[in-house]
């Protein structure tokens, strides 16, 4: 394992490599970006104090990456494996708040988040960087975790779909069954990945934000 402190970084290290594979949260986009617009879209809800529907999300949000921070195998809120514990959190402490709480408003927040149109940008240097890797010839991968629509919807916002030769989202290999037996660090959707873009394993260089 290499740690790089820059993702422009990498091009040093790809001399060996016939294919790299990339995580997408974090690592070509700034997550908390995401929020933000998905935090948005929801405020839109409330008319006349959506500025403050939208401050009490995103504080409730900040809070809660704190407090999970010591929790990082904590089970996501109402068993929400499709959406980050700590988004589901964040929208059921604001409906708290405001005394407007229903299962059915919440619901209707989530499915607000899930679906909207992000407004969101790659980090700066992430396009040339891959233009700059597909000219060396290495194949490049994208491997995500998530809701497929809600995962390709960013895709679609960030406009990063051309640079790469296979995209992953391991929901979509799960179907209907467990997607949690699919999502990374399970060794299938990495094996699924190379057999696709046909390079050894050993060939291979793989991108990823690392929790300390």
Not at 15 to 40: E, T
Not at 171 to 182: E, L, N, P, S, T
């Amino acid at each position: 394992m290499i740690k790089i402190k820059s993702i422009s970084e990498i091009t040093k290290y790809v001399d060996d490599l016939q294919a790299i594979i990339f995580d997408l949260d974090n690592v070509l986009y700034p997550l908390d970006d995401y929020v933000q617009s998905g935090f948005r879209q929801i405020s839109r809800l409330f008319l006349g104090h959506s500025q403050d529907v939208y401050d009490q999300l995103w504080n409730a949000y900040e809070e809660q990456k704190t407090v999970d921070a010591d929790k990082p195998d904590a089970d996501a809120a109402d068993d929400r494996a499709d959406l980050d514990s700590v988004v589901v959190g964040a929208i059921h402490a604001m409906l708290q708040i405001q005394d407007l709480y229903s299962e059915e408003l919440e619901e209707k927040c989530l499915r607000i988040y899930e679906q909207h149109r992000p407004s969101i940008q790659p980090y700066g240097g992430v396009a040339e960087l891959l233009q700059e890797l597909r000219e060396k010839d290495i194949r490049l991968g994208l491997l995500i975790d998530g809701p497929a629509e809600m995962q390709r919807e960013k895709l679609r916002a960030l406009g990063i779909i051309p640079f790469f030769d296979e995209i992953i989202i391991t929901d979509d290999i799960a179907g209907h069954g467990d997607v949690m037996k699919f999502r990374k660090p399970n060794p299938i959707c990495f094996e699924i990945m190379q057999l696709r873009l046909d390079v050894p394993f050993e060939k291979m260089g793989y991108v990823a934000v690392m929790d300390v």
